[in-house]
Nanobody, 123 residues
């Protein structure tokens, strides 16, 4: 049974930083591209970042380029999202997702999803 468990969310002031983690189990982690998405209340789920199975390729949504960094540790079956200079508009539930193929921007391309972790940025 595949599980993706996010952690590291919370309440932070604008300008602060958080690092999200997503621990994967039940899959051959180094065969999966991983992605981070977010969903704010009343909005569609939005692509944030993705990383290839080996970590050599990363892509970001336009709204987080230069602000967020995705990385992975295949020895720990974990993917990370370092979020800096946080803004109130970054407030959302953040989800990690796994895709047994190349990286993708699309929600529907991912096979497995975590339950999400709330990030709230106060002004």
């Amino acid at each position: 049974q595949v599980q993706l468990i996010e952690s590291g969310g919370g309440l932070v002031q604008a300008g602060g930083s958080l690092r999200l983690s997503c621990a994967a189990s039940g899959l051959t982690f180094n065969s999966y591209a991983m992605g981070w998405f977010r969903q704010a209340p009343g909005k569609e789920r939005e692509f944030v970042a993705t990383i290839s199975w080996g970590g050599g390729s990363t892509y970001y949504g336009d709204s987080v380029k230069g602000q967020f960094t995705i990385s992975r540790d295949n020895a720990k079956n974990t993917v990370y999202l370092q979020m800096n200079s946080l803004k109130p508009e970054d407030t959302a539930v953040y989800y990690c997702a796994a895709r047994r193929s190349t990286t993708s921007y699309y929600v529907r391309a991912y096979e497995y999803w975590g339950q999400g972790t709330q990030v709230t940025v106060s002004s």
